[in-house]
Structure formats: C-alpha cells, structure tokens
C-alpha cells in the first residue's frame, strides 16, 4: 500500500511558520473530523496535522488496510513527511497502541523522533489482548456493533438516524476491528521519548494498572493523568485535550 501523502494527512488550519507539530492518530473506526475543532484552541506555535487512515474521507477511495502492519507502514509514510519540525505523536485507543508502534518504528528507521509521545484511552499494548473489556469483534452483529458505537459515544444521534451513514459507520469499524485483532505485540519495543498516559477516570480499566503497565515501556520522562469521563472522556475534556498534548513535562524546559 502507497500513501498519498497529501490526502493522507489533513491540516485543519495550516500554520507553515510554526515551531512544532501535534500529530494526531485516531481511534478504531474514526477520521479525522473528532480532532478538527482542536486547531482553534492549540497556541499559535503548534500546527494540527491529522493523520487519514486509508479508506476514508479524502482517502475514501483508497483499500483498508489488510492488517496491522500494512496500516502502521502506512502511517509511518505520512509522519515521515512530517518529521522537519518538532513534532508530538498523539494517539487515542487504538491510535495509541498505532502512535506507540509507530513511535518504537520511526527509531528502528533512524527518523527523527517526535520530541513526545502521547496516548490516549488506550490500555498497554502488551495487555490489550489479555484485557478484553467491552470492545467489540470484528465477527459481531451491525445491531451490537452500532449499540457499542452509541454508548460510547462514537455514533452520533444524526448518524445513527441515516441508513446510509450507518452502513458506512459500520464498514469503518469492522475495518479497523480487523486490523486491530491482527496486531501482536513483540515484546520488544520500548520507547525513549518523553511519555504521557491520559486515561478516563470511568474508563473500563483502573487507572493504576494503565499507569503501571505503561511505564514499564517508557524509558525516558513519564507522566500518567486520570481525567473526567470514560472511554472518550467529556466533551469539554475532549475539546481541552490539546492542552495536555504540548504541555511541558513535570521539571522539563519549555
């Protein structure tokens, strides 16, 4: 799979003279649309560069990704193209573990490291599979896969009341569930960048276990911070989360 560099990467409000860049990855069935309004609260020194996974929006027309390692190839190319300015690596749920591997790929590559990495709702990668929770199957009926969607709060009430709009919900999600339950975790990676764990205080795991499993792959500056909400937090939360994708670690220079 090759990526088009230019739809594979969408700049709400370009900022070419900005001195850094925050990165966004999305979640299991999502775009890029829930990360747009974050370009009008980011400082002015900080472009939002969203990165498109392949079969939707301006890649609509482009194949899902096969498996997991297709799709983090995938985003490898597009944060590539992104790596001459500083830059933080930001991903929710499943994007946390795609930013964390992601992350552990681009040093494996010898490309600039973003100068932090930040993920989101998403528990360990090594523990993803030992932890089950409330995520959905690939396998799974549309009526229970759109009755997760909604309860969680990725199916708004204007989508879930279009057919067609359902249906295309529905295709996402089975896409990247695919994807998702292909992804093994080595063993290996670890990551030396400064990491910052976000996790919802009514999420379905505790927050201490998030917190202890995640340093156990950081080895530089660390930081884990329970906030309000679940899985996609509140929505003024969510709205405020560019906050703590630039905020300066505890003891670090600005």
């Avoid at 390692?69 to 749920?93: C, E, K, N, Q």
């Avoid at 992350?103 to 010898?110: E, I």
């Avoid at 100068?115 to 990668?125: E, F, K, N, T, Y």
């Avoid at 990725?154 to 990247?176: C, G, H, I, S, Y």
Wanted: charged share 25%.
């Amino acid at each position: 799979m090759r990526t088009d560099s230019a739809a594979a990467v969408y700049r709400p409000r370009p900022r070419p003279r900005a001195g850094r860049v925050l990165v966004c990855l999305s979640y299991c069935g999502g775009g890029t649309a829930p990360f747009r309004q974050w370009a009008e609260v980011l400082p002015e020194d900080v472009e939002l560069a969203l990165v498109c996974y392949p079969g939707r929006e301006a890649r609509f027309g482009t194949p899902f990704a096969r498996d997991w390692v297709a799709l983090r190839d995938d985003v490898v190319r597009a944060v590539r193209g992104l790596t001459g300015r500083p830059y933080i690596l930001f991903g929710h749920s499943m994007g946390s573990w795609m930013a964390f591997e992601t992350a552990a790929q681009l040093g494996r590559l010898g490309a600039a490291p973003p100068s932090a990495l930040v993920v989101s709702g998403g528990v360990a990668p090594h523990r993803r599979r030992e932890v089950r929770g409330q995520v959905p199957r690939s396998e799974d009926s549309d009526d229970a896969l759109v009755r997760w969607m909604r309860e969680f709060g990725q199916m708004t009430t204007v989508v879930a009341n279009e057919p067609e709009l359902v249906k295309l919900a529905l295709e996402l999600l089975r896409a990247d569930l695919v994807v998702s339950e292909s992804y093994r975790f080595t063993g290996g990676p670890r990551v030396s960048v400064p990491l910052r764990v976000l996790y919802g205080a009514e999420d379905s795991e505790p927050f201490a276990e998030v917190e202890r499993h995640w340093r156990s792959l950081a080895d530089g500056a660390f930081e884990a911070v329970e906030l309000p909400g679940g899985h996609f937090y509140t929505p003024e939360v969510w709205s405020g989360l560019p906050r703590w994708c630039t905020l300066p670690f505890p003891g670090a220079a600005r």
